[in-house]
C-alpha cells in the first residue's frame, strides 16, 4: 500500500530550529508536498519537491531523497505563529489525480 | 488570480437531514477538484475528486454523494445525514503550477446532532 509517517507532535523554542520528517511507502510519485494548517483553519501549501534536494522558500525549507524515501520539512528562527499541524503529501503515478496525505504532526513552540 | 470559495463556514444539522456543500473556483478552467473530509485532530480524507463536468471518482463508500454541474463549481450532498458525517469539509482545487499542489477553500464545519 501507499502511506506517509510523520511524528505526531514536536516541540520547540522561539527562535530555534526544528525539522519535521516524512517517510513514505509508495511505488512512484510526481513530488512530496508539504502543509501547513492552524487550529480551525484550512491547509495551505508550503513547498514541493519535484526532485531530490533542497527547496528554499524564506524561513521554510523542503527536502526529497527519493532513494531513500524520505523527506523533510526545515523550519528555521521560529515564531509562536509557526505552531500548527504540518502535514506531507505525494500524488502517485498511479491513482489518477489523488494525492495522499500523511496524518500530520503538531507543532508546539513555546516562548 | 485563482481563488475558491466554499460555503457555509459552519453548519448544524439533525440526523437524518440533506446536506449540500458548494464550491466553486474563479480564475482558472477545468480544474482538478476535490472534497476532503477531517475528522478532529487527524488527517485528510479524500472523498471524491473530479477532472470535468460530470466527472466524479468516489474514494470511500459512503452516505455522501459529488456533483460537478459547471466547470467551476463542485457540491457535495447526502440525502440523509448520519452521526458519523460530523467532520470538517474542504473542497480543493489543484495546480500544476505547485506540482499539483492544492488550493483548499476555507472549509466547513459540520456537526450533526
Known amino acids: 500500500g501507499q502511506s506517509l509517517e510523520q511524528p505526531s507532535e514536536v516541540t520547540a523554542v522561539e527562535g530555534a530550529i526544528v525539522q519535521i520528517n516524512c517517510t513514505y511507502q509508495?511505488?512512484?510519485?510526481?513530488?512530496l508536498s508539504w502543509y501547513q494548517q492552524h487550529d480551525g483553519g484550512a491547509p495551505t501549501f508550503l513547498s514541493y519537491n519535484a526532485l531530490d534536494g533542497l527547496e528554499e522558500t524564506g524561513r521554510f525549507s523542503s527536502f526529497l531523497s527519493r532513494s531513500d524515501s524520505y523527506g523533510y520539512l526545515l523550519l528555521q528562527e521560529l515564531q509562536m505563529k509557526d505552531s500548527a499541524s504540518y502535514f506531507c503529501a505525494v500524488r502517485p503515478y498511479t491513482g489518477g489525480f489523488k494525492t495522499i496525505f500523511g496524518a500530520g504532526t503538531r507543532l508546539f513552540v513555546k516562548a | 488570480s485563482q481563488t475558491i470559495h466554499q460555503w457555509p463556514a459552519t453548519l448544524v444539522q439533525p440526523v437524518g437531514s440533506p446536506l449540500s456543500l458548494e464550491c466553486t473556483v474563479e480564475g482558472t478552467s477545468n480544474p482538478n477538484l476535490y472534497w476532503y473530509r477531517q475528522a478532529a485532530g487527524r488527517g485528510l480524507q479524500l472523498l471524491f475528486y473530479?477532472?470535468?463536468?460530470?466527472?466524479i471518482s468516489s474514494e470511500v463508500p459512503q452516505n455522501l454523494s459529488a456533483s460537478r454541474p459547471q466547470d467551476r463549481q463542485f457540491i457535495l450532498s447526502s440525502k440523509k445525514l448520519l452521526l458519523s458525517d460530523s467532520g470538517f469539509y474542504l473542497c480543493?482545487?489543484?495546480?500544476?503550477?505547485?506540482?499539483?499542489?492544492?488550493?483548499f477553500g476555507s472549509g466547513t464545519r459540520l456537526t450533526v446532532v
Open positions: 480543493a482545487w489543484s495546480s500544476e503550477r505547485q506540482g499539483g499542489g492544492y488550493t
Open positions: 473530479s477532472v470535468g463536468i460530470g466527472q
Open positions: 509508495t511505488s512512484g510519485f510526481y513530488g
